[in-house]
C-alpha cells in the first residue's frame, strides 16, 4: 500500500471516531436535557402549589379567623375606644 492510502485510512479512522464521539456526547447532552426537563416540570408543580397555597393563605376570610383564634382579637366597639384630648 502506498503512502497516499495508508494517509487516507487514517484520516477515515479518525473520521469514524470523531463520529462515534460527538453521537456519544448527543446522547449525553439529549438525556440531560430530559432530566432537566423533569426538574423543570417538577419544579413548576411546586411553584403552582405554593402560589396556590399563598392565595389561601392570603384571603381575608382566613386572615380574620387567625386573628380571632390564634391571637384572640376582637373588633374594635365604640365603647372600647378611647379619645384623647390635646392640652397645649
Known sequence: ??????T???LLLI???SLVAAQQRARKLFVALEHAQIEERRLNQDWL???YEQRNLSKSARI???AR???HMVPVSPERTLYLKEVR
Do not use: I, S
Not at 500500500?1 to 495508508?6: E, G, K, S, V, W
Open 8 to 10: 487516507l485510512l487514517a
Open 15 to 17: 473520521c469514524a471516531l
Open 1 to 6: 500500500m502506498n503512502r497516499a492510502t495508508l
Open 49 to 51: 402549589r405554593l402560589e
Open 64 to 66: 380574620r379567623d387567625v
Open 69 to 71: 383564634n390564634q391571637l
